[in-house]
């Protein structure tokens, strides 16, 4: 039978595949995806028809509005208050120095455009997945960066000049202070020990230094009651995302803690500062703080608000990354645990990664409403982005029915715009991150 | 009650501080801890409103403009010869006071109206009055009013809350004409609601009126009418036991009036320091030396109006002909010219 087959020569070979036929059109193409998409079912029929007839009422007079009998340019505002004006853009254009600045002054937003360039540059090197040396970007822009930043903004020498020494003797005990420090770490370091401990102490020293060369640069000093804008907007949502979650870690590692003191102090800082509403901690910071204190104690006008921002962002994270940590199960701890790892190693090797990677939904919601509470500084007196716009649109030169929600808009897109960006690059974290337990 | 908490609490700390400082006024009367703190500093120390067209907000480029404004620059013009050398800090209607309590500003520029309750119970100081305000009603052109004694049976916007609402219920009550309110919650809505024509008449702070009118469609359709409802004397505040101080800010506006008044502008001033008028050579600081009783230089009221000017150009700059406002100068004017606004003598 198979000898047969073999060797009797084949009634039929197929040369060449068939041609595909096109699949048939109620299966494919424009009309099928409408069909499968939006209107499948009469329920879904209805909500599409309902849906198409609101956006053929809402989006004409919007795309008017914005676009078509909106005001480009205009050196006042009698154009953009004449009947049947659209948005006025010409105002947002006018402003922008403003709204990016507030009073910062113009001859010197150079400090302040290099100071984000920089440190956008910095944030995308460090967050870029596939970025070589991310880690040293990661380093710059929580140590470095921000000294250099505070120097450049204020023109302020970035260490506190107090403690530079102008006596003889005083300049003296600096120089062997100097010797002690840089010979001490020279010594930690090539022992190969306490590497860390060596590297902060060449950094103190270094940071003294630029603190004592800084005002040879002769950059002019600009008071924080001059920031203002999307600068300020920016700043004190970076500090509260940068320092909120470090200490939210920290906080929920305390919290999770066998040691009684160090649990009960978590536990008390992040109920406390939970059970207290943002505005609050605002008001308190910068209106009863001044009344407690003598006035040469008092901090910054806008470093108060940062502390309070950071604070406030730090306990919400703290108890994120706790139910990341919560999400663990016991087998990894006593998997750690069992081939010897201490406790540091355990958490930062084993636990965090995972548990961080659980709650990244949760920690950009947390960063993304932080960003928008940052208007809330505006209550306290601080120009930050929403409140130049508020202030701007009461300009009796541009003053008119358009002018408010064209500002308005204009605030709207910005905040959308990065709130959007965050949220786009946790969904691409995520999905890295997830590659193992991916459905 | 949290708000009256708080004003306890500041009146108490100005009791501490007001109990400290008279007796070193009286030991050495050109010493003034205020002043000296600002000269050390290099910066007078301003709270300004954070946006009232007219009185105090940033323009373009983020400088400050105002006529209180001005009055901070004309008090640093006096001390350094530089109209720039203030630190404005924008204060909110609920933190201005304490900030002027704990010496975190050294005065409140922010259109605050000179009342009892703030001398007397939380313990500032008014030196003077920079503007004369008070409550007004706005209408259509075309309703032909031209008083508001006759908005009898109108329908008047007015924000919730407000003294502005308790005074518009006295003014009708007084005059035995009958209303209807429309009351929100923002003055912007009020405004929006008058606007569109859901009432007659809109009443707020006369100042406020202008500077709402220039937002409606059609500004030139509405006139604000010349009736004023109630007394609203706008001026600086300083925190009481530094009279020195209150001095200088308060010769600092009578400077700006007397130079008016003295037909001192900004353009003739150095002109005018030749000037064989007793008055002006006293004001200009040719003849006697009082500045120096103040602590600061005697042509203080020169570089007063070299660098700012006098207060009618500054009225005009701001909320006058010269700004979009076009605020009528009303009680405003010089005495000599039919208003209130009066400045004891330089001698």
């Known amino acids: ?439 | 009650m949290k708000k009256s908490v708080g004003y306890v609490f500041a009146a108490g700390m100005a009791a501490v501080i007001g109990s400290a400082a008279p007796a070193l006024a009286q030991t050495q009367p050109a010493k003034s801890p205020t002043l000296e703190k600002t000269l050390k500093a290099g910066a007078l120390s301003c709270g300004v409103n954070p946006g009232l067209a007219g009185f105090g907000m940033p323009d373009d480029k983020g400088v400050w403009a105002g006529l209180d404004v001005d009055l901070c620059r004309a008090v640093a013009a006096a001390i350094f010869n530089d109209p720039n050398k203030v630190k404005f800090i924008p204060m909110t209607a609920k933190d201005r006071f304490s900030a002027l309590q704990t010496g975190e500003i050294d005065v409140l520029a922010r259109n605050g109206t000179w009342t009892m309750q703030r001398e007397a119970e939380l313990g500032l100081l008014f030196p003077v009055t920079n503007y004369y305000d008070g409550q007004g009603f706005m209408v259509r052109r075309k309703l032909n009013i031209t008083s508001a004694l006759e908005l009898s049976q109108a329908s008047v916007c007015v924000q919730q809350g407000t003294t502005t609402e308790l005074n518009l219920a006295d003014f009708f009550r007084a005059n035995n004409m009958k209303y209807e309110v429309i009351a929100f919650a923002t003055s912007n809505e009020a405004v929006k609601a008058y606007d569109s024509g859901r009432c007659d008449a809109y009443t707020t702070d006369a100042s406020g009126l202008y500077a709402e009118r220039v937002k409606l469609t059609n500004a030139a359709e509405h006139v604000v009418l010349p009736e004023i409802i109630s007394k609203e004397p706008l001026g600086p505040a300083v925190r009481q036991g530094d009279d020195v101080w209150f001095n200088i800010v308060k010769w600092a506006h009578f400077a700006m009036v007397n130079a008016e008044e003295l037909g001192v502008t900004r353009a003739n001033v150095d002109e005018q320091l030749k000037s064989t008028k007793p008055e002006v050579r006293r004001l200009l600081g040719v003849e006697n030396k009082y500045g120096e009783f103040l602590g600061i230089p005697n042509d203080w009221a020169y570089r007063i109006v070299k660098h700012v000017g006098n207060y009618g150009e500054s009225f005009d700059r701001n909320l006058g002909a010269g700004s979009r406002l076009r605020i009528e100068r009303g009680v405003n004017r010089l005495w000599t010219k039919g208003g209130i606004m009066y400045a004891a003598p330089v001698r």
């Not at chain 1, 948005?87 to 990016?100: E, H, I, N, S």
């Not at chain 1, 958490?347 to 659980?358: E, G, N, S, Y």
């Not at chain 1, 208007?375 to 009796?396: H, N, Q, S, Y």
């Not at chain 1, 500002?407 to 946790?426: K, L």
């Open chain 1, 1 to 439: 039978m198979s000898d047969a087959i073999r060797t009797s020569t084949p009634i039929f070979v197929r040369e060449s595949m068939t041609a595909d036929r096109a699949p048939p059109v109620s299966n494919a193409g424009p009309a099928a995806w409408i069909r499968d998409n939006l209107f499948p079912t009469p329920l879904s029929s209805v909500i599409t028809l309902l849906a198409l007839l609101f956006l053929a009422w809402a989006l004409p007079p919007l795309v008017r509005w914005l676009f078509i009998d909106a005001i480009w340019s205009a050196p006042n505002g009698d154009l953009c208050r004449a009947p049947g004006a659209g948005a006025c853009w010409a105002y947002v254009w006018q402003k922008l120095g403003f709204f990016m600045y507030g009073s910062y002054p113009r001859e010197e937003v150079w400090r302040v455009n290099l100071v984000l360039l920089s440190g956008a540059a910095l944030v995308v090197w460090m967050l870029w997945p596939d970025a070589r040396g991310r880690g040293g970007a990661a380093l710059a822009f929580f140590t470095v960066y921000p000294v250099l930043a505070f120097g450049i903004l204020t023109g302020s020498a970035p260490f506190p000049t107090r403690w530079l020494p102008t006596s003889g003797t005083g300049q003296l005990l600096w120089a062997f202070l100097y010797v002690v420090l840089i010979a001490g770490a020279g010594t930690l370091f090539y022992t190969g020990r306490l590497t860390a401990l060596a590297m902060a102490m060449i950094g103190f020293v270094a940071w003294a230094e630029i603190g004592a060369w800084w005002p040879t640069l002769g950059l002019s000093h600009v008071g924080t009651n001059l920031w203002g804008g999307i600068f300020v907007s920016l700043l004190v949502a970076t500090v509260g995302i940068v320092f909120s979650l470090p200490i939210g870690i920290v906080l929920a590692l305390g919290r999770r803690s066998q040691m009684p003191i160090v649990r009960f102090l978590s536990v008390l800082l992040i109920e406390f500062v939970r059970g207290v509403p943002l505005i609050t901690v605002l008001v308190m910071a910068n209106t009863m703080l001044p009344l407690f204190v003598p006035q040469d104690w008092s901090p910054d006008r806008l470093l108060r608000p940062l502390i309070g921002v950071a604070l406030f962002s730090a306990v919400y994270m703290a108890e994120v990354v706790r139910g990341g940590l919560q999400a663990i199960p016991k087998g990894q701890y006593e998997g750690a645990m069992a081939v010897g790892l201490s406790w540091w190693q355990m958490m930062q090797l084993i636990v965090l990664p995972q548990a961080l990677v659980t709650v990244i939904p949760g920690i950009v919601n947390s960063f993304i409403a932080l960003f928008k509470d940052t208007t809330l500084v505006a209550i306290v007196g601080i120009f930050d982005f929403l409140k130049a716009v508020e202030t701007a649109r009461l300009d009796p030169v541009w003053a008119g029915p358009s002018i408010s929600t064209s500002g308005y808009v204009f605030a709207a897109f910005f905040y959308f715009v990065f709130c959007f960006g965050m949220s786009r690059y946790s969904l691409m974290m995520e999905r890295r991150h997830a590659a193992g337990r991916k459905r």
